[in-house]
Each structure stands twice: as C-alpha cells, then as structure tokens.
C-alpha cells in the first residue's frame, strides 16, 4: 500500500505563488500516473493536473491552464505543483494521488490546505 505525504501549503497573499510537494513513503512510487486534486469548500473534489511517470504527457484541468505546472523528480520520488497568480477561490485543500490501477486513483494524501486572502 501507498502512503502520501503533501507539504508546502499555508496561507498566501493574492497573486502569490506556492510549490505543493509529494512524496511516497516507504520507496519510490512504480506505478504508471500521478496527480493532483482541490477541494474547495462545500464543492466536490476535481482533479486538476496528472502526469504519467514514464513520459512528458500532463494533462490539466481547463480552470488552471497556465497557472499550473505539475512535475515529477523521479531522483527524489516527488512530486511537484507550481501554482502561480493565485485567487482567493484557489482556497482549497489539495491532495495528491496516484494510480493503484489503471485509471484508478487507489492512493491518497492526507491532504495540504492553501488559503489565499
């Protein structure tokens, strides 16, 4: 089983930027795709970027397109996001995930709250 670690949320200012990181525990993770997820709140969790481990493919949401990039350091096991101009409808708790089968987002942080004032 899978465990993820989230770090790199707080509080920000409008327009501020933060790096989320994600990091397996217990070894590398070999499975074939990552992501990220938000919920803000009273809304439904939505996934909002991915990455497949073995190659460049991302995929991310139409709402963070251009302020979003998700990214992997396979010699540190982590997982990145970059969110930059964020909004205050950014404020959400954002999770990482990754596939405990195909197409199967089986493994979950514990989550990391950003706010933005």
């Known amino acids: 089983h899978v465990q993820l670690v989230e770090s790199g949320g707080g509080s920000v200012q409008a327009g501020g930027s933060l790096r989320l990181s994600c990091v397996p525990s217990?070894?590398?993770?070999?499975?074939?795709?990552m992501g990220w997820f938000r919920q803000a709140p009273g809304k439904k969790r939505e996934v909002i970027a991915t990455?497949?481990?073995?190659?460049?493919?991302?995929y991310y949401a139409d709402s963070v397109k251009g302020r979003l990039t998700i990214s992997r350091d396979n010699a540190k096991n982590t997982l990145y996001l970059q969110i930059n101009s964020l909004k205050p409808e950014n404020t959400a708790v954002y999770s990482c995930?990754?596939?405990?089968?195909?197409?199967?987002?089986?493994?979950w942080g514990q989550g990391t709250q950003v706010t933005v004032s």
């Open positions: 990455i497949f481990t073995g190659g460049p493919a991302v």
């Open positions: 995930a990754a596939w405990s089968g195909f197409y199967s987002f089986g493994y």
């Open positions: 217990g070894g590398p993770y070999a499975g074939h795709c």
